[in-house]
């Protein structure tokens, strides 16, 4: 039989039955509407065969939509009692058997995935969203592509280019990886609490060479690090720390390095802050 998905009453039902309370805390907004669930599925371009990892399925609304495309999942859950309910859920709702797999773990910790997913999908609450991204994409080289709902000024940030008001630390770390852009808003009216604030999906795919090795990967974010530790400051003065220890030392690197000692580390990007972290005394 062809998966069905999840309708209103069934998520309320769902959480009654694991005595789960949806809470700000835990960022669990969970999504009702079939509409949007199947949306963000396309906007990913999941196809059939394709294996899909998942992060914090919750109750399993998006989880179907994706089966339902005909994709493997490997779902990532830290709530042991939706961890365990997700299979039941997914036999109940036309699910062939051996095309969900749950990892009852904390995001952040994961260090291995079964069936060595391609494409994430996800809907991630904001307190641990671009950490969550980062460690997945570091972790998991073989994850090519992605889309994920995160509150709007997340989304912002992992979109925004060099120069933008909202460009910081996340957009370029998430930069070393592949281009990252919007992709879509979200109604409030769509989640089960209805939240406070605005959802976009943002989409990525991961440069099909490696920028740099681990190594050339630590130095670079080190220097990011730096640069927006303290916002708005020129770089001679912001990395001076890191580069040397004093103004004049980050000066001299950051002139071998092609870039203006005065600039502000709001407007570089990820190829300047490479080049830095190529000739600075880290």
């Known amino acids: 039989m062809p998966v069905q998905l ?26 009702v509407d079939a509409n949007t669930v199947r949306k963000i599925v396309h906007v990913a371009g999941v196809r059939a065969g394709e294996r899909v990892v998942e992060i914090g399925p919750g109750l399993g609304s998006l989880t179907l939509a994706i089966l339902e495309a005909g994709a493997d999942v490997t779902a990532v859950e830290i709530d042991h009692r939706l961890a365990g309910r997700l299979p039941e859920t997914a036999r109940e709702h036309g699910v062939a058997a051996g095309a969900l797999e749950v990892v009852c773990a904390d995001a952040l910790r994961v260090s291995a995935l079964p069936g060595e997913p391609s494409v994430l999908v996800a809907n991630l609450p904001y307190n641990v969203s671009v950490p969550v991204l980062l460690h997945f994409l570091e972790t998991f080289p073989h994850l090519q592509r992605g889309v994920v709902m995160v509150q709007a000024e997340v989304g912002e940030r992992l979109a925004a280019p060099p120069g933008s008001k909202v460009y910081g630390s996340p957009s370029a770390k998430a930069a070393w990886y592949g281009p990252w852009r919007l992709a879509g808003t979200v109604s409030r009216q769509v989640f089960w609490p209805v939240p406070n604030v605005d959802s976009v999906l943002v989409a990525f795919s991961r440069d099909s060479e490696p920028r740099g090795t681990e190594e050339e990967r630590l130095r670079t974010f080190a220097v990011v690090d730096a640069a927006f530790r303290q916002r708005r400051k020129m770089l001679r003065q912001a990395l001076a720390e890191t580069l040397g220890g004093t103004s004049a030392t980050a000066s001299a690197v950051l002139e071998a390095a092609g870039v203006p000692a005065t600039a502000r580390g709001e407007e570089l990007s990820i190829d300047d802050f490479q080049r830095i972290a190529q000739v600075a005394p880290l």
């Open 6 to 31: 999840l309708g209103a009453g069934q998520i309320r039902a769902l959480a009654a039955e694991l005595d789960v309370t949806p809470t700000k805390k835990l960022g669990q907004n969970f999504v």
